[in-house]
C-alpha cells in the first residue's frame, strides 16, 4: 500500500488507478533505454557490441524484475479489499480500508467499507429489534396467562377451568417458541463469528464438560452416559466451546428420546484419516425416510420425548450449520422406530494435519 499511496500523491496519477500501472509500465521499459544510451555516452571509447548486447539483456532483465515487484505492489489495494471482503462473509470479521483515495482501487475499498458497515448495521438493529419485540411478545402473552390463573384459582365451573387450563397451555408454548427463536439468533450470531482457522483441541477435557451440562437430564432418567474415546487431541478449525455445544446438545436429543434405565454412548475415535465423533442410544429412532426432515429449522418431526420433555426443532438444525460451517460433516440413522439412532459428525485432515496420540 505504501507504493500506491505515494503515486496517488502525483497529481496526473491521483484519479486513475490504470494511469498507475501505465506510468509504472512506461518507466520499466525504458530503463534498458536509458542505461544503454549511458553506458555508449561515458563508457570508454572501446565499447564493443557485444558488451553491448550483454548489458541490454542485463538491463533488460533487472527492468523486468523491478517493473514486476512495483506492480505486484501496486496491485495490494485489490488485496487488501478482497481479503476484508472475504474476512467478513466467512468470519464477519471487520476491517477498516482506507477512504481517502480518489482513484477506481480507493473507490472499490471505500464501497466495500461502505457495504460491509452498513450491512453490520443491518443486522444489529435486525437484532436489537427482534429481541425487543420478541420481549413485548412475553409480556403480551403473559398477560391473558396471569389471568387465566386468576380464574383457576377462584374455583370455577369445570368447563370454564378447562378453557383456563388451555389458555395457559397456549401461552407456554408461545413462550417456548419465542425463547426458541432468540435462542436461534444468538447461536447463528455466534456461529458467524466464530474463526474458522485450524487449531489444536483437547480431547479429553471435553468428556467433563459435556456431562457438567447433561448430568441433570441423565439423573432425571435414570440414563447412563458411557464413554469411549481413543483420541488425546487433534487439529480441527472448529472452536472447543462450539464442539461441546454440538455434544451437548446431540446427548441431550438423545436423553430426550431414550427410555428411563437406558444407556447413551460417546465415541471419540480415528477412522481413516478421519476424526469422528458418535452419539447412540436406544431410544425410539425414526424412520429413514425422515432424515433430511430431522436437520431442518423448526422441524414439523418436534414431538415429545419418552417422558414428555418437549422438543424445540431447532436442536439439530444448529449442530448441523455449526458442524457445515467448520468442515465436518453430520449425520443420522437409525434402524427404524424403537430401534435407537446414531448421530455422526466426522472431520477430515491432510497429513499436515495429522491427529497427536
Not at 73 to 94: E, G
Not at 120 to 128: A, C, P, V
Not at 257 to 285: A, W
Amino acid at each position: 500500500m505504501k507504493l500506491y499511496h505515494i503515486l496517488s500523491k502525483i497529481s496526473f496519477l491521483k484519479k486513475s488507478y490504470a494511469f498507475k500501472f501505465l506510468f509504472v509500465a512506461f518507466i520499466g521499459i525504458h530503463i534498458p533505454l536509458i542505461g544503454i544510451l549511458f553506458f555508449v555516452l561515458y563508457g570508454n571509447n572501446t565499447v564493443s557490441a557485444n558488451s553491448i548486447l550483454i548489458f541490454s539483456l542485463i538491463m533488460t532483465l533487472f527492468a523486468t524484475l523491478v517493473t514486476l515487484v512495483v506492480i505486484s505492489q501496486l496491485i495490494k489495494p485489490i488485496v487488501v479489499a478482497s481479503k476484508a471482503l472475504d474476512n467478513y462473509r466467512t468470519a464477519r470479521k471487520l476491517s477498516v480500508l482506507p477512504s481517502q483515495y480518489e482513484d477506481e482501487a480507493g473507490l472499490l475499498m471505500r464501497n466495500i467499507q461502505e457495504s460491509i458497515d452498513e450491512a453490520e448495521s443491518f443486522i444489529n438493529e435486525k437484532q436489537d429489534l427482534i429481541y425487543m419485540i420478541s420481549h413485548d411478545l412475553r409480556n403480551f402473552a403473559g398477560n391473558p396467562q396471569g389471568l387465566a390463573r386468576l380464574i383457576i384459582e377462584e374455583n370455577p365451573s369445570e368447563s370454564v377451568k378447562n378453557m383456563a387450563e388451555l389458555i395457559c397451555e397456549s401461552t407456554d408454548l408461545q413462550f417456548r417458541y419465542i425463547e426458541n427463536f432468540i435462542k436461534l439468533l444468538k447461536q447463528q450470531d455466534e456461529i458467524a463469528k466464530s474463526s474458522s482457522v485450524l487449531k489444536t483441541i483437547q480431547i479429553a477435557p471435553i468428556l467433563p464438560a459435556v456431562k457438567e451440562q447433561v448430568s441433570q437430564l441423565l439423573a432425571q432418567k435414570n440414563i447412563k452416559l458411557v464413554s469411549d474415546i481413543t483420541v488425546d487431541e487433534a487439529v480441527l478449525k472448529i472452536d472447543e466451546g462450539l464442539l461441546i455445544q454440538v455434544l451437548v446438545n446431540l446427548i441431550s436429543n438423545a436423553i430426550k428420546f431414550s427410555y428411563s434405565g437406558s444407556e447413551i454412548l460417546l465415541r471419540i475415535f480415528e477412522d481413516n484419516e478421519k476424526l469422528v465423533f458418535t452419539v447412540s442410544d436406544n431410544g425410539t429412532g425414526f424412520d429413514q425416510s425422515q432424515i433430511e426432515e430431522l436437520f431442518k429449522k423448526f422441524t414439523k418431526m418436534s414431538k415429545l420425548g419418552t417422558a414428555n420433555e418437549t422438543s424445540t426443532g431447532i436442536g439439530l438444525y444448529l449442530c448441523k450449520k455449526i458442524i457445515d460451517k467448520n468442515g465436518g460433516k453430520l449425520s443420522a440413522m437409525s434402524l427404524g422406530r424403537n430401534k435407537g439412532a446414531t448421530f455422526t459428525i466426522v472431520f477430515p485432515y491432510n497429513n499436515s494435519e495429522k491427529l497427536i496420540f
